[in-house]
């Protein structure tokens, strides 16, 4: 079931703490009408309001298109000084279709792709926005997570033995870090999430994500960023901050290996499948989760674990080669 585009009025006039560059936030969501109901009541709470919200339903009911109606209607002058474009259809088949639908909608110089399951702090907004006029040359800024844990001392051991090359990723460090970072500027990424991530719109001209995607889409957001043009510069601002509440609603419940092993295969297959290095990182990660595999299937007395992990290493190798 799909509905029609509709939308509230933008503002005919603007706040004294209007943002230089007009800004677009993204959100595509699935089943989570209370989660996306509190993300975007923190969207609006905010200091500095964006000039559009558009939203990718691909829910088969329209549960949270009312509660987001109901929240804007609630609201009143603050809700009518933000465009809202709701977009719901249920025969979107993957978060990259979705990504890129609302990509094609906006028409803001920023836009900025949130989750359905975050909360803002009041001044997110603003202090992206400051991110933008302080510097020019900037291609894309990102938030910090200040609910990140490391988890158990095996799982950081596991991490930090078998992720190397490539796959090592600094933003996990710098969440596990956000509450010393609060007040630190503007840190140099290679990457970002796509849970919180913003760019300038005429910095990445027609890209878009990997329409070979399917359902969850791992390793989108990297793919995405690794394929912005030559010279771009990402950052992440440590002021501005959020909460990632990970709603275990609409989500599978197969093993977290699978869709690691989903996220790392395509990556590699897709933008690393070069070189002795990535090679012997890329097989060196994978001889890590065949590990923990192995353990699942001799502690659950089946086999089943070993087949989800071989079926995702084979989806990463077909997709991530355009094979699909």
């Not at 677009?24 to 009408?33: E, G």
């Not at 291609?139 to 090359?165: E, H, K």
């Not at 001889?287 to 699942?296: D, E, K, P, R, Y």
Request: proline share 5%.
């Amino acid at each position: 079931m799909s509905s029609a585009e509709s939308a509230s009025q933008p503002p005919s006039t603007t706040t004294a703490h209007s943002p230089q560059h007009s800004l677009a936030v993204l959100i595509p969501t699935l089943n989570r009408p209370r989660d996306l109901t509190i993300a975007v009541r923190t969207l609006l709470e905010q200091t500095v309001l964006p000039q559009e919200l558009i939203i990718v339903d691909q829910s088969p009911g329209d549960e949270s298109e009312r509660r987001v109606r109901a929240l804007f209607a609630e609201r009143g002058e603050a809700a009518a000084r933000l465009l809202l474009r709701y977009i719901r259809d249920s025969g979107i088949t993957s978060l990259a279709a979705a990504r890129n639908m609302a990509l094609d909608l906006n028409s803001c110089d920023i836009f900025l792709f949130l989750d359905d399951d975050v909360e803002l702090e009041p001044d997110f907004v603003e202090r992206l926005m400051e991110g933008y006029a302080d510097d020019p040359g900037v291609t894309g800024i990102s938030g910090i997570i200040t609910n990140y844990t490391s988890g158990p001392f095996a799982d950081r051991a596991w991490q930090w033995f078998f992720v190397r090359g490539p796959f090592r990723d600094e933003r996990q460090l710098l969440y596990l870090r956000a509450a010393h970072l609060r007040g630190a500027g503007r840190i140099p990424v290679s990457r970002f999430g796509g849970g919180l991530m913003s760019f300038r719109t005429d910095r990445i001209g027609g890209l878009r994500f990997d329409r070979n995607l399917r359902g969850g889409s791992e390793g989108e957001d990297v793919d995405f960023c690794l394929h912005l043009p030559a010279g771009a510069s990402l950052e992440i601002d440590p002021r501005a901050r959020l909460v990632h509440n990970k709603s275990s609603a609409a989500r599978s419940d197969e093993h977290w290996n699978a869709s690691a092993v989903r996220g790392i295969s395509y990556l590699y297959y897709r933008n690393w499948q070069n070189g002795w290095g990535n090679l012997i990182a890329f097989a060196w990660l994978l001889s890590g989760f065949a590990i923990l595999v192995l353990l699942a299937c001799v502690k659950q007395f089946s086999l089943t674990p070993w087949g989800a992990f071989t079926a995702a290493v084979r989806y990463g190798r077909e997709v991530g080669s355009g094979k699909k």
